[in-house]
């Protein structure tokens, strides 16, 4: 059925009908309190709570997006091109005529050459993707600092750098991605290497790690090669390629730089005091209120 269009139809309505849906139309509807129903006392915790988790997530994602770097792709690649054509001249080494000590130079190279362009490959990975899928598990550190030079060790040997290692006796343990971590201190190890082989002298390399306070502290020193100090926060530059030890260092530094803020520490190069520079891993140390690793 139909409905009159006829504007003289109100007039069938009772005039005290049509005075009550007047008023009604005039009068606002009553606001409904919020959680209507509970206590005073817990909305205010609950609504704190709330603005408590939503500040945290802000910072975490705020700390992300300072941690992430964008490395050209063209540089990248080319990069790695440069470590495969290393690779071929390695492999040419080995090829010129039985000399057995010719022979064994070019397999450590050509290993040394491969690990060098898994590190980059690797490194890249960390700062280019979006979210990182990281373990929560209790890691020794000391361990892994270990593990870490022992796989540098032919590394270390061309470069005629000896590793001085300072751990205590107790273990260092935290939570968080061993694989990562390792990753991270195999970039500063081979950054710190790089930089060696700039100076073009035999050196030490120092590596010492410890607790202080709530935090677990690890230090990679090189006393070869000096920086300004005014250049070092360069060295987490990708976007340039002048800086000390190149494209490769940046990026490795960059990524080791991320891992440090995924678990909630950060990653600083300091001037030495003998005229080189100090990677310095702070963490925080198990058992003292350190949360799970962030992923996104």
């Known amino acids: 059925m139909s409905e009159s269009l006829d504007p003289t139809a109100s007039a069938s309505i009772p005039q005290e009908n049509f005075n009550e849906i007047l008023d009604s139309i005039a009068t606002p509807p009553k606001s409904r309190p919020a959680r209507q129903g509970l206590p005073s006392e817990y909305r205010m915790r609950h609504d704190a709570h709330y603005v408590e988790e939503l500040a945290t997530r802000t910072a975490a994602a705020r700390v992300e997006q300072q941690a992430s770097a964008v490395v050209p792709t063209t540089a990248a690649l080319r990069d790695l091109c440069q470590e495969f054509e290393g690779l071929a001249s390695c492999f040419n080494l080995i090829q010129q005529g039985a000399r057995p000590l010719r022979e ?90 790089a930089l060696v082989e700039l100076s073009g002298t035999p050196a030490d390399l120092h590596i010492t790690a410890f607790t202080a306070g709530d935090m677990l502290h ?56 003998s005229g080189g520079c100090v990677f310095i891993f702070s963490l925080p140390k198990l058992g003292c209120g350190s949360g799970p690793v962030k992923t996104n």
């Not at 890249?124 to 000391?142: G, N």
């Not at 600092?145 to 751990?167: F, H, P, S, W, Y």
């Not at 201190?185 to 710190?192: E, K, N, P, T, Y």
Request: aromatic fraction near 2%; include cysteine.
């Open 218 to 273: 690890c230090e990679i020193r090189q006393d070869a090669y000096g920086i300004d100090p005014h250049q070092l926060p360069r060295m987490f530059d990708v976007e340039a390629n002048d800086r000390a030890g190149g494209r490769a260092v940046a990026v490795a530094l960059g990524a080791a730089k991320r891992v440090a803020h995924l678990h909630g520490g950060q990653l600083e190069v300091r001037p030495a005091g």
């Open 104 to 193: 064994r130079l070019g397999v450590t190279l050509a290993k040394i050459g491969v690990q060098r362009g898994i590190r980059y490959a690797q490194n890249l990975r960390v700062l280019l993707e979006d979210q990182l899928h990281a373990s929560h598990r209790d890691v020794r550190i000391d361990e892994v600092i270990r593990q870490t030079l022992g796989e540098l060790k032919d590394e270390l040997r061309l470069t005629e750098l000896t590793a001085n290692v300072d751990l205590p006796d107790m273990p260092l343990l935290l939570k968080g991605d061993a694989g990562l971590l390792s990753m991270a201190l195999r970039g500063c190890v081979g950054s710190a290497v």
